[in-house]
């Protein structure tokens, strides 16, 4: 599942919620470099998918519902796993992903469709669904995206598809204060929150100020912070 979002009012405030069941996960922060929300994988260990690094980038990995063959892998393809993760880690700019995926096709796992929702420290967003396109934002106002295609909308109905917390999201940020900041961010991803495939890290980062925040398991009360130096 998952909600990423985005607000550029009078800072670049950036939102995740990771909703995931039954895989192993952990909050680790790379010293000057980045706090990474990582998941253990079977085969390749502990993996770094989701987070901010110091270069004020934001990278989401949202699963799409329904599933698109058309993400399945190929020849020739980029793999939209890797290009998030070379984001993450500051091997890769946003520049430099646009420029792949515009030249390239971009697959994700046989049988699962993961995208991609990638900011950069200026509040530009690019969102990339195997398969089908990307979409790629010039320091928007806001932007949300939830588990299903912007491409396809609400022509396929799947019930872990997320249109209700993106209507719920979209409506909060479309009538944000131009005083948006992470209390107002946090707000959004307790509003959109779940519990049949649970919430279990809630991030914010304020790229303005080069702050990250973050919750476990809805512990709303209870957050830690880390400053980028």
Not at 110 to 121: A, N, P
Not at 196 to 205: D, G, I, L, R
Request: net charge negative; glycine share 8%.
């Amino acid at each position: 599942m998952c909600t990423s979002i985005i607000s550029n009012r009078r800072k670049t405030i950036v939102g995740w919620n990771l909703d995931i069941s039954g895989l192993e996960h952990r909050v680790r922060v790379d010293e000057g470099r980045g706090v990474y929300i990582e998941i253990n994988d079977k085969t390749e260990g502990w993996m770094p998918l989701f987070g901010a690094n110091s270069r004020g980038d934001f990278v989401g990995m949202p699963t799409c519902w329904p599933a698109d063959s058309r993400s399945d892998p190929g020849d020739g393809c980029e793999h939209v796993i890797m290009l998030d993760i070379d984001m993450l880690l500051q091997k890769k700019t946003m520049a430099e992903i646009r420029r792949i995926v515009a030249e390239k096709p971009v697959c994700s796992v046989q049988g699962l469709t993961f995208m991609g929702s990638l900011s950069d420290r200026d509040g530009n967003v690019l969102h990339i669904v195997p398969g089908q396109g990307y979409k790629y934002y010039e320091k928007p106002p806001y932007q949300i995206l939830t588990n299903f295609s912007p491409f396809k909308g609400d022509s396929e109905q799947h019930p872990w598809m997320g249109l209700d917390r993106y209507k719920i999201g979209e409506a909060m940020l479309r009538e944000a204060p131009e005083s948006f900041d992470v209390p107002d961010c946090f707000a959004v991803l307790k509003a959109v929150a779940q519990n049949v495939c649970p919430t279990v890290v809630s991030m914010v980062f304020d790229v303005t100020e080069k702050t990250v925040y973050w919750c476990e398991d809805q512990k709303w009360d209870e957050v830690t912070t880390y400053r980028f130096p």
